[in-house]
């Protein structure tokens, strides 16, 4: 049994008391902290196990300061604010919550893609008016169209399976064959092939140093017009200023969810332009989802504690 955990930024209101219950089978004491508070209590010192968020920076101060720390839980799938590699050096696992939103996130990229080329929001406020004319709506069919999806993880995976049951030509991204959706009809190509030959595309790749602006304004240009282009993976891995500048010409749609990881400048220029599209981060955010989220979060504690960690990324 490990001695103390930390949560980190979390209200305890927000963890479920059931999550909290299973915790004491494994660790002794646990303590919620604000991450401004850490360097200067001296209380990493006591900690086995650190908890953070998505946002939360868990860097080599931190890691050097827990001198006792065994284990890194992020409640989320992205990682890129730990320093997952020097935390492997010191011999600390790190695990995130890999897979528990993939279907949530999958269904939404289809379902703004409906919204946007059905015209679905001027609909309903028409109709709310009590205008029920039908002339000035005319739609597009996503059957028959080309999906390109840069990354085929979990998620873009999915995206792919949906994408070719609708009828969809599809097209993907990876470092790697995927044989699973080869056999589907899905084709690998190079990622200029997926920027200049799709009509949509799907972005779906971890933020890390390889990718971040790996679409940069010499990609965004590839795009062809008309291209819907819907991101529902980290905004840094996206010239945003490039997207606005072809956005606000009309040449293409630009869709997404995250426009809390922009700057404000950023993302008010993003909502100024027309043909960007923004939603809050809700993607992921589905009744089973924030159920898989927390059974795979207290899931990977149990397991690293039976000695068989699960969900480690690094």
Not at 47 to 76: P, R
Not at 78 to 86: A, C, M, P, R
Not at 251 to 273: F, G, P, Q, R, W
Not at 278 to 289: C, V
């Amino acid at each position: 049994m490990f001695s103390k955990a930390l949560f980190i930024d979390f209200n305890q209101e927000d963890v479920p008391v059931s999550v909290l219950d299973r915790l004491k089978q494994a660790i002794s004491d646990y303590e919620f902290v604000s991450a401004d508070n850490l360097m200067n209590s001296g209380i990493l010192t006591t900690a086995d196990i650190i908890f953070c968020k998505i946002f939360t920076k868990i860097g080599n101060s931190i890691i050097d300061a827990a001198s006792n720390l065994k284990y890194i839980g992020v409640l989320a799938t992205s990682f890129d604010k730990i320093d997952i590699e020097y935390a492997k050096q010191k011999g600390i696992v790190v695990c995130n919550l890999g897979g528990y939103s993939t279907e949530a996130v999958a269904e939404f990229v289809f379902a703004v893609l409906f919204e946007h080329i059905r015209d679905l929001e001027r609909a309903k406020q028409q109709a709310r008016t009590g205008d029920y004319t039908f002339d000035r709506f005319i739609g597009r069919e996503l059957k028959s169209k080309t999906l390109g999806i840069i990354g085929t993880g979990r998620i873009g995976s999915r995206v792919a399976e949906i994408g070719l049951g609708m009828g969809m030509k599809v097209i993907y991204f990876n470092r790697n064959d995927k044989p699973t959706i080869n056999q589907q009809g899905a084709v690998k190509k190079e990622l200029d092939e997926i920027l200049s030959q799709s009509d949509i595309i799907s972005l779906n790749l971890a933020l890390n140093d390889q990718t971040e602006r790996i679409i940069n304004r010499n990609k965004v240009n590839l795009l062809k017009p008309g291209c819907i282009f819907v991101n529902t993976a980290p905004t840094k891995l996206v010239d945003m200023e490039a997207v606005a500048d072809r956005a606000e010409k009309g040449e293409i749609v630009c869709i997404l969810d995250h426009v809390d990881m922009l700057d404000v400048d950023s993302a008010n220029a993003s909502l100024k332009t027309p043909n960007i599209i923004i939603y809050p981060p809700i993607g992921f955010r589905t009744r089973e989802a924030d159920a898989a989220r927390w059974e795979i979060f207290i899931s990977n504690v149990e397991q690293f504690a039976a000695g068989h960690p699960q969900n480690v990324i690094n």
